[in-house]
């Protein structure tokens, strides 16, 4: 079905076995820096495959663990990082993205002496008691939950179009509405949690999706303390935080399963993800699934958003079954992507063999995909919500994921929440964010 898929962790095996010459870079930004070891070759005949596995390297490292200046003593890598995220550069997208998020200019140096490793963690662990709400802020839909000492009371879901939306009102309004519904079902507030698409630092969500219509001056000006003024509105002032949605994923597993070492992805407008460590906490780094490379056929489909191809983004959401169905057959109808993931998710309910198809194909992917998660994160387990692991055709996916995976001969566990919870169990998790003031 469609190109074939070529999983980056193959083309990195291969690379690393025969590399003969070890290079670091470090990866900074404010208050962090890590290292970063590429395997490369002596013989000149491999520089090009040499450059293509070092960009594809530092590309997963930004968009995982978060950066903004690149630092390296290797005259070819330094060329290379310089060209690939010069302002016209292929990697263009990454350098205004990453500077708008850490409001620092994209740099990249080269220096005999690296800076050391150091990290600081914004993490967070879960809490339960007193009443509670929980939104999840999706391309498609929001979500509201009530939650009275960790059982859930009130739940809904509205679908909404933030993305085509060019007046910060429109959002504020969807925000403020979400919290007062979840608010109308609880004798009080005590703490508010917000999950949302995008990249969220002291509480501002600093770019996302959701806010793409938003001419970004005026963004910045108006939209970075959104949430704060939403949040003081509709409850007054009590203590509220705000996370990526895969955080908020991988946190619900945590709160519901017990687990630990544990990769959430929520599959829904676009891919997140987020991760809890051995102590059952969220770290607060970037964990930005939708921009990972995953596929690195040169005819992989292309994210209109950074332009660059093989990204998560484009496989393991709703764009991802839509663009599956159709190479299969299939023309999705409806006036927006959740309605047309509805109506193939109608089909695979009803038996229809070709939507299956296209569910069944997309696990495939996810389990030959799951292998390059754990390299780079350590999990053990990952949690799957979101829309797209709904009903039989999330069943479907599933099924194969597992399939795939132990072909691959990688030992995941993949968990799903309860049936009634895949669709609204973020706003829920959200609820259990540790809140402050």
């Known amino acids: ?25 470090a990866v900074a ?16 005949a491999m520089a090009a495959a040499d450059e293509e596995y070092a960009l594809l390297l530092v590309k ?14 290797d005259e070819a890598v330094y060329r290379w990082l310089q060209g690939a995220y010069a302002p016209t550069g292929a990697r263009a997208f990454d350098r205004a993205f990453l500077s708008g998020i850490y409001r620092s200019p994209f740099q990249v140096e080269r220096r005999q002496t690296l800076p050391p490793e150091r990290e600081t963690l914004a993490s967070a662990a879960a809490r339960t008691e007193g009443c509670r709400i929980g939104i ?60 949302t698409a995008g990249v969220v630092i002291d509480g501002e969500i600093r770019r996302s999706s959701l806010f793409v219509g938003v001419e970004q ?9 959104l949430l704060a003024r ?44 987020g991760y809890v460590d051995g102590s059952g906490r969220i770290t607060g780094r ?22 660059d191809r ?24 409806g006036e927006t992507p959740a309605e047309k993931l509805r109506w193939v998710q109608d089909r695979a309910r009803a038996g229809e063999s070709r939507a299956i198809a296209a569910f069944s194909e997309l696990g495939r992917l996810l389990g030959l995909t799951l292998p390059w998660y754990q390299r780079l994160t350590g999990c053990e387990s990952v949690l799957l919500l979101g829309r797209v692991v709904d009903g039989v055709g999330g069943e479907c996916l599933v099924d194969s994921c597992r399939a795939a995976l132990e072909s691959t001969g990688a030992a995941l566990e993949i968990l799903l929440p309860e049936a009634s919870q895949r669709r609204v169990g973020q706003a829920a998790a959200a609820a259990f964010l540790n809140s402050t003031l």
């Not at 079905?1 to 870079?25: C, K, N, Q, S, Y």
């Not at 930004?29 to 000149?44: I, Q, V």
């Not at 939306?165 to 703490?191: C, F, M, N, Q, W």
């Not at 970037?286 to 958003?305: S, Y």
């Open 286 to 307: 970037l964990h930005e699934l939708a921009f990972l490379p995953v596929d690195v056929n040169p005819l992989a489909p292309v994210d209109p958003w950074s332009g």
């Open 1 to 25: 079905m469609g190109t074939e898929f070529r999983p980056i962790i193959d083309l990195v095996r291969r690379h690393e076995a025969t590399a003969d010459r070890w290079v670091t870079v």
């Open 217 to 225: 001056a005026t963004y910045d000006r108006l939209g970075r303390d």
């Open 136 to 195: 999840d802020l999706g391309g498609s839909d929001r979500k509201a939950a009530a939650v009275i000492d960790g059982e859930t009371v009130y739940t809904e879901e509205v679908v909404w179009q933030p993305k085509t939306a060019s007046d910060l009102r429109y959002h504020y309004e969807g925000i403020t509405a979400a919290l007062r519904s979840a608010k109308a079902h609880l004798p009080r507030v005590d703490s508010v949690g917000i999950s």
């Open 60 to 73: 997963t490292a930004l968009w995982l663990r978060g950066g903004c200046t690149l630092l390296t003593a």
């Open 230 to 273: 939403a949040v003081r509105e509709t409850c007054g002032n009590v203590p509220w935080a705000a996370s990526n949605d895969g955080d908020v994923a991988a946190l619900a597993g945590a709160v519901s399963l017990g687990r630990r070492k544990l990769l959430g992805i929520a599959l829904g407008t676009s891919e997140a993800g």
């Open 310 to 333: 093989g990204v998560g983004e484009r496989y393991f959401s709703q764009e991802g079954v839509l663009r599956l169905a159709g190479l299969n057959g299939l023309t999705p109808e």
């Open 29 to 44: 930004r404010p208050g962090g820096c890590e290292h970063l070891s590429l395997g490369l070759h002596r013989d000149e």
